[in-house]
């Protein structure tokens, strides 16, 4: 296996745990590439749906993850716009119909190995924040920084249902937490790559914590990590700016 040098923070955890907005923020305060892996299973479960492919057709899944036409467009403190064939689909992978769909996918080993050149292509010069589930573990098991966020399901369903009502969309809270731990069983449970912690990471619990919390306090990780501060110096620059230079 051939990794890149470039530097990776990993953030790793279950979905509700705020780990997208913390390696969004993240990623643009250290002025890095961002990977958000699991819109990668979202858009490919989408994908499957256009091209009805049924959900469970390992072979044909995997010549469509080959063959993916999607491109990432970055914005400048914004979320990237995601382009699946020409069309935008930022919005709809979104719903709970495709993250049900993209965690039935993300269950086969052919499908997971499909994708894992394209999550490494991410790995660019100045460094990298990668958003998933086995970004530490399998992904950039050499990554300079592991993060692996917690939070009970309970919480990780009220944020969630905050943010559907803050769109429109009504559901239930007792659904949203039913639905929450049955994914959370699926990601844990797959034999291949199921979401647990590497075993060098380091867990935030952010139960009680706001976003800005979790992000001080990763930043304050990358400060005590020795690694970081001779990689380059943009980035010092921003640690500098961030007030967390040595
Ligand atoms: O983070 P998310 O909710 O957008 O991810 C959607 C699904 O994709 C999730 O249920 C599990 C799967 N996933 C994965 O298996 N591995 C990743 N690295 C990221 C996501």
Same mark, same amino acid.
């Given at each position: 296996?051939?990794?890149?040098?470039?530097?990776?923070?990993? #953030?790793?955890? %279950?979905?509700?745990?705020?780990?997208?907005?913390?390696?969004?923020?993240?990623?643009?305060?250290?002025?890095?590439?961002?990977?958000?892996?699991?819109?990668?299973?979202?858009?490919?479960?989408?994908? &499957?749906?256009?091209?009805?492919?049924?959900?469970?057709? /390992?072979?044909?899944?995997? !010549?469509?993850?080959?063959?993916?036409?999607?491109?990432?467009?970055?914005?400048?403190?914004?979320?990237?716009?995601?382009?699946?064939?020409?069309?935008?689909?930022?919005?709809? #992978?979104?719903?709970?119909?495709?993250?049900?769909?993209?965690?039935?996918? &993300? %269950?086969?080993?052919? !499908?997971?190995?499909?994708?894992?050149?394209?999550?490494?292509?991410?790995?660019?010069?100045?460094?990298?924040?990668?958003?998933?589930?086995?970004?530490?573990? !399998?992904?950039?098991?050499?990554?300079?920084?592991?993060?692996?966020?917690?939070?009970?399901?309970?919480?990780?369903?009220?944020?969630?249902?905050?943010?559907?009502? /803050?769109?429109?969309?009504?559901?239930?809270?007792?659904?949203?937490?039913?639905?929450?731990?049955?994914?959370?069983?699926?990601?844990?449970?797959?034999?291949?790559?199921?979401?647990?912690?590497?075993?060098?990471?380091?867990?935030?619990?952010?139960?009680?914590?706001?976003?800005?919390?979790?992000?001080?306090?990763?930043?304050?990780?990358?400060?005590?990590?020795?690694?970081?501060?001779?990689?380059?110096?943009?980035?010092?620059?921003?640690? &500098?700016?961030?007030? #967390?230079?040595?």
């Amino acid at each position: 296996m051939i990794f890149r040098n470039e530097p990776v923070i990993t #953030i790793d955890g %279950a979905s509700g745990t705020g780990k997208g907005t913390v390696s969004q923020i993240l990623a643009t305060r250290l002025g890095w590439k961002f990977l958000d892996s699991g819109a990668l299973y979202r858009v490919l479960a989408l994908a &499957a749906q256009k091209h009805s492919v049924a959900l469970d057709n /390992e072979k044909a899944l995997e !010549v469509l993850a080959e063959h993916l036409d999607v491109q990432f467009i970055a914005q400048e403190n914004r979320v990237s716009r995601i382009i699946l064939e020409g069309e935008d689909v930022t919005e709809v #992978i979104r719903t709970e119909k495709v993250g049900n769909a993209a965690s039935q996918i &993300a %269950a086969l080993p052919a !499908v997971r190995a499909s994708l894992l050149s394209r999550q490494r292509a991410f790995r660019e010069a100045p460094g990298l924040v990668a958003d998933g589930r086995d970004m530490g573990t !399998v992904v950039f098991p050499d990554a300079e920084l592991k993060i692996f966020l917690t939070a009970s399901p309970e919480e990780r369903a009220l944020r969630r249902y905050n943010q559907l009502k /803050e769109r429109g969309i009504s559901v239930t809270l007792s659904d949203l937490i039913k639905e929450l731990r049955e994914r959370d069983r699926r990601d844990q449970e797959r034999t291949v790559a199921p979401l647990k912690p590497a075993e060098d990471a380091v867990r935030i619990d952010t139960d009680r914590l706001t976003i800005d919390q979790v992000v001080e306090r990763i930043l304050s990780e990358i400060k005590q990590k020795k690694a970081f501060p001779a990689i380059s110096f943009p980035m010092m620059i921003e640690f &500098a700016e961030a007030g #967390i230079a040595e």
